[in-house]
Each structure stands twice: as structure tokens, then as C-alpha cells.
């Protein structure tokens, strides 16, 4: 599964107010943080990259994780510090 929270992005498709630094955050139905990001290049940028599914650009976050038991999960974004504004969430179920 890939998890991207795009905020810079949307401005070049006229999305007013983009998140310009998001962070995202993965949790399972307990409420527990499996993993996070801030800056998708920080963390699995070679694994991302492979997907094909990259965020386009650096302060973007993406999280790339292994097969999921099957239940309810959460994803929050965040933008850093008191960034605020328009974001997507995306998740992807990789082959």
C-alpha cells in the first residue's frame, strides 16, 4: 500500500490554498500510529520511486507500507508547524 498527501502539487491545477508542507500519519483502528512522513525523500525514496508513484515534489510525504491485515485504517495529514490549507489523500494497493 502507498499513502501520498499532496499539497504543492494542486497549485499547478488551480487549487487555491494548497497545504504547502503536509505530513502524513497512518494509523490502524486502535488509534496507533504505524508509520509517518514529512518530505516523502526523507524516508523510502528509492522503494517510492520504483511505484512509479512518487510525489512531485520534495515537501510532499508519502508513506510506502507492507501488506495491510485487513481492517479499518486512518490517514491524517497535517500541514508542519502552523501551516494550514487545501490537501489529497491518497492510497494505492500495490500489485
Do not use: C, M
Not at 10 to 19: D, E, R
Not at 36 to 50: E, F
Amino acid at each position: 500500500v502507498l499513502a501520498r498527501a499532496i499539497g504543492p502539487s494542486l497549485t499547478a491545477v488551480g487549487v487555491p490554498n494548497a497545504l504547502q508542507d503536509p505530513t502524513l500519519e497512518l494509523h490502524n483502528a486502535s488509534g496507533t500510529t504505524i508509520a509517518s512522513n514529512d518530505n516523502w525523500k526523507t524516508d523510502q525514496q528509492t522503494q517510492i520511486t520504483a511505484t512509479g508513484l512518487a510525489p512531485g515534489d520534495d515537501r510532499e510525504s508519502a508513506i510506502l507500507s507492507a501488506p495491510l491485515a485487513p481492517g479499518n485504517y486512518t490517514a491524517i495529514v497535517r500541514g508542519t508547524g502552523t501551516n494550514t490549507g487545501v490537501a489529497v489523500v491518497e492510497i494505492f494497493q500495490l500489485p
